[in-house]
């Protein structure tokens, strides 16, 4: 007997284009499904090997390839599979290892659906050999024969969904015989079949298929028409209950498409579910591009606080690291901030926390005593403070005292670093000396206070420009631009590949919203809003139009301190 093939591929597979994940949203008949088959020495991926695979590449009713080749599974086969696939171990002697046939496979499949009939069992035994071989599994699409068809086939006209089963039902062209391309083949009939049926139902892409698959209520389904009349662009969408209010505000790159998500079996969410229940319509905002939606949905849960979303509905309620208004100030934790304040923090324990490591390095006191102007801090001190007050005891007055508030203030503002320098040597005195739990604790509580400095004086840094234009290269082509004023969003557009961009520029300019900044760290900004522009400023490709102010961090601030963090949170992780 000659050597089996390592696999028949046909000719027209060379000239096949396959889809990738983003293309998915193409008609069923447009995407690329690769079903494959195979036979093995048993029924654990673990402890028994593939003797046989078999695959179809198919494209709108057409066959681009196949592949078809038996395996060496380095072991005899068992008398009960030779009697259910006619495969012996005679027949193996010669053929390909499983590290030979497997680089071809993935080829031959990549960029396709991956389809087999109880998708579980063929998908196990190629990602166990996979990884046996020390390959990488590509992020393959799955999708199950087996669990389409209890999904569009009743029990009445199916009692049974084994291949064998099937195949009489839907008289399949090549009968399945056990052995693996026979049986790819079969379940390539078997395919055609359901999706035939299924698009009598309105499904006509893969996603669209992905959301059939799992059982919706008819309540749930019903409500599809809420989602007809939105565009398939980047935006914010609304559901509104029967008051016309508020529930639930989210964004999408393609409204249509996830919006619609929330009417099929995609949408898992027992809250999600309960919220559409109540909905009655949905509104929509479009947005030029991600950025937009994302700064859109933050005003919008601002504004309305919905009951169903989680995420922060008050941007504003931050905690923040403020010096109090009197002779000798102290570092409180308040709501409220003026220009020398640190934060946001999200809670107050860590606002706590930062506070005082500062009053620590700083030596700023923490006692609460009131004293006047005239008077001194130190001799007076509370005995009640732990550890004593870090001010110390000695006398001071208003304008010694100051010096240690100029620090606060410059290391907050990022004109001054000496105090992380100071704690950097305190954590490496405590190590020479093996106090290797304290050096630790010190470690992560500079960490956590050089972090919040770096978020904070990052952040200031672009709320601190009157103008910015920025622009970042589109997907396809073109430019996306922000202008931003004082930390917001003021308008936002895009130049489509071969629109002249500088026009488009001058138009959003002239059209941004105006901002009037307030006395605040960030001017009146909220910390998501300005968050999401400096990430979007940092992304990949940006690059700044023009400005009104150089676009630039302090020289002594934590931003140089950025990696030292990074390896203190990686080492206490």
């Avoid at 046909?10 to 396959?18: G, L, P, T």
């Avoid at 949203?25 to 690329?32: G, M």
Wanted: hydrophobic residues 40%.
């Amino acid at each position: 007997m000659p050597p089996p093939s390592l696999g028949r591929v046909s000719s027209r597979d060379a000239a096949a284009h396959q889809l990738t994940f983003d293309e998915l949203d193409t008609p069923l008949r447009d995407t690329t499904f690769v079903v494959v088959d195979l036979e093995t020495t048993g029924s654990s991926p673990a402890d028994d090997a593939i003797t046989e695979i078999g695959a179809v590449k198919i494209r709108g009713g057409q066959v681009l390839g196949e592949l078809g080749t038996l395996v060496d599974p380095g072991r005899t086969v068992p008398p009960h599979i030779v009697t259910l696939t006619g495969i012996t171990s005679a027949m193996l002697v010669d053929a390909p290892r499983i590290e030979q046939v497997l680089p071809s496979f993935l080829e031959f499949a990549r960029g396709a659906v991956l389809v087999a009939h109880n998708a579980p069992f063929d998908v196990g035994f190629l990602k166990a050999a996979v990884a046996r071989h020390d390959l990488a599994w590509p992020p393959f699409q799955v999708l199950c024969t087996v669990k389409l068809a209890r999904r569009v086939l009743s029990r009445e006209e199916a009692p049974s969904v084994r291949l064998s089963a099937l195949a009489d039902l839907f008289h399949v062209t090549t009968r399945p015989t056990h052995r693996a391309l026979d049986d790819a083949r079969a379940t390539v009939d078997v395919l055609h079949a359901l999706i035939e049926r299924v698009g009598n139902l309105g499904v006509h892409s893969y996603p669209e298929l992905v959301d059939y698959l799992p059982n919706v209520s008819s309540a749930q389904r019903g409500k599809r028409g809420l989602a007809a009349h939105l565009p398939r662009t980047p935006g914010v969408y609304l559901f509104r209950g029967p008051s016309d209010e508020v529930l639930y505000v989210g964004t999408a790159v393609n409204l249509q498409r996830r919006v619609r998500g929330y009417f099929t079996g995609s949408e898992t969410r027992a809250r999600m579910k309960e919220m559409v229940a109540l909905a009655t319509r949905i509104d929509h905002v479009e947005c030029a591009h991600g950025l937009e939606a994302a700064v859109r949905e933050l005003r919008l849960l601002a504004a309305h606080a919905p009951p169903y979303n989680r995420r922060s509905k008050f941007p504003k309620r931050a905690w923040w690291i403020t010096l109090t208004d009197e002779p000798f100030p102290r570092l409180s934790i308040t709501r409220r901030a003026d220009a020398d304040s640190l934060g946001p923090f999200t809670n107050r324990t860590d606002a706590a926390d930062v506070a005082a490591t500062i009053t620590d390095v700083c030596r700023i006191r923490n006692c609460t005593k009131k004293i006047r102007r005239d008077q001194v801090h130190g001799p007076d001190c509370p005995d009640g403070v732990v550890g004593g007050c870090p001010a110390g005891s000695d006398p001071q007055t208003p304008e010694r005292y100051g010096a240690a508030v100029a620090a606060v203030r410059a290391l907050i503002r990022g004109t001054d670093d000496a105090p992380l320098r100071r704690l950097r040597s305190r954590i490496d005195e405590l190590a020479a000396a093996e106090l290797f739990e304290s050096a630790a604790r010190l470690r992560d509580r500079t960490a956590a206070l050089g972090t919040a400095l770096r978020r904070a004086q990052r952040l200031a840094a672009v709320a601190a420009i009157d103008e910015l234009v920025a622009a970042r290269p589109r997907d396809g082509g073109g430019w996306e631009f922000a202008v931003v004023r004082a930390g917001r969003l003021a308008s936002a557009g895009v130049a489509p590949r071969g629109v002249p961009p500088m026009p488009v520029v001058d138009a959003l300019t002239l059209a941004a919203e105006t901002v009037l900044p307030e006395p605040s760290p960030l001017r009146g900004a909220t910390a998501g809003e300005v968050g999401l522009l400096a990430s979007w400023l940092d992304s990949p490709g940006t690059r700044i139009v023009r400005t009104s102010d150089g676009y630039a961090e302090p020289a002594r601030g934590a931003g140089a301190w950025q990696r030292w963090c990074a390896l203190a949170r990686g080492a206490a992780s």
